[in-house]
């Protein structure tokens, strides 16, 4: 497979050089060549087979030429080590737990299947790399836990002093071996800017091989499919679900309908996005995109105002706007309305969301609302259906607005209990890029 950038002004790379470069030299994101279609009978008799073997068919075409069946087979299998379960809310709306792995979000699978294969393509260089990320709680735990003892790989994670949550901040600084937490004493965009900063520099980059764990890579992007051949799995409905999923930067519903071009039966997919609501308005204004200064949000992972991966979105449905908002509905959902509806689930249901899963939960409802009698404009006509939202953190990440809306501490699960026997370990910074710079260069 090969992959061209979607500002078509680069040559098309292998998936090799994809991963390894992450963007094309013109900016612009990479896209697969063509979108391989899968064997009727896989989707048939999907159950059948276990999520490694899931993992590998859906995978292999993407990966073909860049790496061997059997590496493929290996980074598959470390990739989905942990349980992706389907639970069932209550009569209509599912839950696809997105956060049993190492750091308790969606966002581990993408990152273990991207450090691995940075490690496997970078394993006859005796060049080390330095993967640097800039972190405002999430991203920087999956990746210091996906890299976590690669070979040849160090991970340098900037994150801002006092402004991550206590188990984030554990996830982060407890790693130890090649990953080093750098604690700033700044914002999250001081953080990104060092980080742009060190990758302009170039003394820095003649130094040391920089690389960026950005959420836009291939290798991070396109693993993440495979949440949606799993919630397949375990749908035992006779009509195909709908699914809704909390989106920031469109990456894991982009993968989503990929896996639906390839053949992979969904109804319908909701964007559920919160206060910023770049793409509800693109939907309600027919087509018209329009960027927008990202607003903080309870359910912070989703606070982008320029969605990066909404490009490859258009992309798959060749830009046509009909095609897209067949396909795709979007909503907007408050903080107001995340809490209640935290709130409500948590009193009729028994079961506890976190805020991106609670925002995911009312837009699939608004959905169901609007359109679940009949919609005449999809083929076959289905009634009152019965969806899927994704759960992709786990609340115990989010403990002041769940406790908030609950009233209920939330309780804390067996696998993060051992963060708190551990020692935080960071090295204190100041927001100077010099200060990154100067680190940087005196390591040995
Ligand atoms: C990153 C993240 C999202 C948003 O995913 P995108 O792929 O950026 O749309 C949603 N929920 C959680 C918990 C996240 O960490």
Known sequence: MNYYSLNRQSPTVSFAEAAVKGQAPDKGLYFPEHIPQLPANFIQDIRQYSKEEIGFLVMKPY???SLPDDVLQKIVKETVDFEFPLVQVNATNFSLELFHGPTLAFKDVGARFMSRCLGYFNRN???????????????????????????????????PSGKVSPVQE????????NITALEVDGSFDDCQAMVKQAFADAALNEKISLTSANSINVARWLPQQLYYFF??????ETTPPVISVPSGNFGNICAGILAHISGLPVQHFVAACNANDVIPSYFTS??????????????????????????R??????????????????????????LNTIKDVYEADGYILDPHGAVAYHALCEYVKDFGVIRTDYEPVIHNPKGIFLETAHPVKFPEAVEKATGQAVPVPDNV??????????????????????WLMSRK
Not at 125 to 152: I, K, P, R
Not at 170 to 177: D, N, P
Not at 319 to 328: D, E, I, L, T, Y
């Open 170 to 177: 554990l996830q982060l600084t407890t790693c130890g071996q």
């Open 313 to 338: 979105v258009l992309e798959l449905f060749g830009n046509q706007f009909p095609a897209v908002s067949k396909a795709v509905s979007a909503y907007s959902v408050d903080d107001e309305t995340t």
């Open 63 to 65: 990966v073909a030429g």
């Open 286 to 311: 027919g087509g018209n995109y329009q960027p927008k200064q990202a607003v903080a949000t309870l359910s912070n992972a989703m606070d982008v105002g320029n969605p990066s991966n909404f490009i």
């Open 125 to 159: 260089s005796n060049n080390h790399v330095t993967v640097l990320v800039a972190t405002s709680g999430d991203t920087g735990g999956a990746v210091a836990n996906g890299f976590l003892g690669v070979e040849g790989v160090d991970v340098v994670i900037l994150y």
């Open 417 to 438: 209990k051992h963060l708190f026997d551990k020692e935080k370990q960071s090295i204190k910074m100041s927001a100077s890029f010099n200060d990154l710079k100067d």
């Open 231 to 236: 919630a397949f799995q375990q749908w035992q």
